[in-house]
């Protein structure tokens, strides 16, 4: 059974820099590319980031260019996004999820979520 | 402001139809991008509901039903029960510089 098992949750100071993990479990991290999606509190889903972890080729949305980066290891079944410069803005859940099917694909599994709230 | 555009709410009595509509534009879903539909349970992660416009993974039950056509879509729910009152997000991919993956602004579901 796929599984996407994310760190626990963080309070960083602005400015700061908070590192994501998300762990794969069930199959093989390679075959599937995985996203990144936050959700700030009471609002949608914001699509962020993608990364091939065959390779480790990424896209990243324009807003986030030059905050996020996106890591994988696959000795680990792991997968990273790092976002820096943190404002007030940037507090919300945010979700690792595996790209299933074909050409585009969907977000086929879901981790359960890492929140982090920018305070000072 | 999204790029694909849901209502912010919708409501049904338990047993009634509901329909939630997400519409797009020349660049996602009228490119024939295909739509994805996601269920969030209160407190939960998304899960994926329906796939490439009208199929639904394994464990879905029948009563959910997505269609496409021209720029919009649509999810159907079916025998309306209180474990159905969520958010709904619509997806797709955008080829305009807007950003690949995008999502629906989310419909509440409210089972009266």
């Known amino acids: 059974q796929v599984h996407l098992v994310q760190s626990g949750a963080e309070v960083k100071k602005p400015g700061a820099s908070v590192k994501v993990s998300c762990k794969a479990s069930g199959y093989t991290l390679t075959n599937y590319y995985m996203h990144w999606v936050r959700q700030a509190p009471g609002q949608g889903l914001e699509w962020m980031g993608i990364?091939?972890?065959?390779?480790?080729?990424?896209n990243y949305v324009q807003k986030f260019q030059g905050r996020v980066t996106v890591t994988s290891d696959a000795s680990t079944n792991t997968v990273y996004m790092e976002l820096s410069s943190l404002t007030s803005e940037d507090t919300a859940m945010y979700y690792c999820a595996r790209r299933g099917g074909y050409d585009f694909g969907w977000f086929d599994t879901w981790g359960q979520g890492t929140l982090v709230t920018v305070s000072s | 402001q999204s790029v694909l555009t849901q209502p912010p709410s919708v409501s049904g009595a338990p047993g009634q139809r509901v329909t939630i509509s997400c519409t797009g534009s020349?660049?996602?879903?009228?490119?024939?991008?295909?739509v994805h539909w996601y269920q969030q349970l209160p407190g939960t992660a998304p899960k994926l509901l329906i796939y490439?416009?009208?199929n639904r993974p394994s464990g879905v039950l029948d009563r959910f039903s997505g269609s496409k056509s021209g720029t919009s879509a649509s999810l159907a729910i079916t025998g309306l029960q209180a474990e159905d009152e969520a958010d709904y997000y619509c997806q797709s991919y955008d080829s305009s510089l807007s950003g690949f993956w995008v999502f629906g602004g989310g419909t509440k579901l409210t089972v009266l």
């Open positions: 490439g416009n009208n």
């Open positions: 020349s660049s996602n879903i009228g490119a024939g991008s295909d």
């Open positions: 990364i091939n972890p065959s390779g480790g080729s990424t």
